[in-house]
């Protein structure tokens, strides 16, 4: 009897190790990375932040894209504002589509912060941050160039008015446009 | 009489001001900073002193002072930033394990405990070897006999 039950409590307490064991490597498997270079930007779908509806990354297809990945509380963000909305309006006439994906954020000062920037072009609303975390943003902003086959042609994890950024997002543009 | 009586109109005007102000009892800053996390930093709002924690805490700071209750303000958060805000797990799905399991825990250790103690009340010599038995042995009592006879 006392075999069979120190037995057991092996039993149970290899059961239990393995458990933790397997959602150990569960949580490693599911880290979510940010995509390459050259592979097709994960799909999504998402509210607007301002009028209703919603806007599909397929539905996209055709266009060169810049997803930009911003938050109204995210001091970077405010100094790059201005330069994205200057690309935006000297390359929309060449088809590049400029998308801003607002992420744990409150709807109320998202909305403030795009009239304040007076930004123009399309913005999505990922409060819980799901669409975010299939790109791997751990840090606004960040910036993701699509080609028109919706493959990752640049990813850029800073404001693109760095002096780092600025020359890699131009040619990433020029390259898509 | 008339200045005592427009005294005792204002003073109760001036008490009753700020408890009218809210119908309803207010929740705090700090209870709720314990209740909702911080979406960047997964931690409570408590423990952290991210942007979006800041952002986060004076939102729910204008609430409170609009009266809005601790329910209110969580279910407007969960609208922004969906139900993963609340520090809580919600009593449905996969979330409930994290209910389930620590009682699970309790209940077995509990159980393996009080196994362990009856076990043990009961006597846990029952696997002992058995104790060698009183006496001695013919020849060895007969050599101390031969040994007392000697000193006699």
Partial sequence: MTGRLRLGAHVAALACVAGLLALLVWKLAHQQHAPPVGSAAPAFTLPRLEGGGSVSLASLRGHPVVLNFWASWCTPCKSEARVLEQDWLRYRNRGVLFVGVDYHDLGSDARTFVSAHGLTFPMLADGPGGVTGTYGISQVPETYVLSRQGKIVAHLAGPINDSAFTAKFAAALREVS | ?152
Avoid at chain 2, 10 to 36: D, M
């Fill in chain 2, 1 to 152: 009489m008339i200045r005592r009586l427009l005294l005792v109109v204002v003073a109760a005007l001036v008490l009753a001001g700020p408890a009218a102000a809210c119908a309803r009892p207010r929740t705090s800053l700090s209870f709720l900073e314990g209740q909702v996390m911080c979406p960047t930093c997964h931690t409570t709002l408590d423990q952290s002193d991210s942007q979006a924690a800041q952002q986060i805490k004076v939102y729910i700071a204008q609430k409170i002072a609009a009266c809005w209750t601790a329910q209110e303000i969580e279910a407007a958060l969960v609208r922004n930033y969906g139900q993963g805000i609340i520090a809580e797990p919600s009593h449905k799905g996969f979330d409930l394990l994290a209910w389930w399991l620590p009682i699970a825990g309790v209940l077995g250790g509990g159980l393996v405990l009080a196994f362990g103690v009856w076990r043990w009340s009961r006597g846990g010599d029952d696997e002992l070897p058995a104790a060698p038995e009183a006496g001695l042995d013919e020849e060895t009592e007969q050599k101390i006999d031969e040994l007392l006879a000697g000193l006699d």
